[in-house]
């Protein structure tokens, strides 16, 4: 029983870990972009999922930051977060695309 125990905790811990360095690297990915003239730099945030937000509420706030439709954008952020619909929940977190200024 004990070793089960064990296991179950050893398998739980590995996974987290895996989880934890999977986000880390998005949310470091960088990527450089000409935008209009201007350097821009493209990163890769965590956004915590508030009350009422949707993916196409989201897209709209950032998409133009990042000189994309919305559409694209919805399509990046539940690409990048394996997302096949939708239905996001509040309290959760995305990796979002956001602009970040030279």
Known sequence: MKKTVFRASLIFAAAFIAIFIFFSFFISMR??????GSDM???YESYEIKK????????????????MSRGDYMYKVRRTNRISGDLIHEGCYLVIPVEKTL
């Open 52 to 67: 009422g937000d949707t993916l196409s509420s989201i897209a709209q706030k950032y998409a133009s930051g990042v000189n």
């Open 41 to 43: 730099e493209i990163i």
């Open 31 to 36: 990527t450089k972009v000409q935008a209009m």
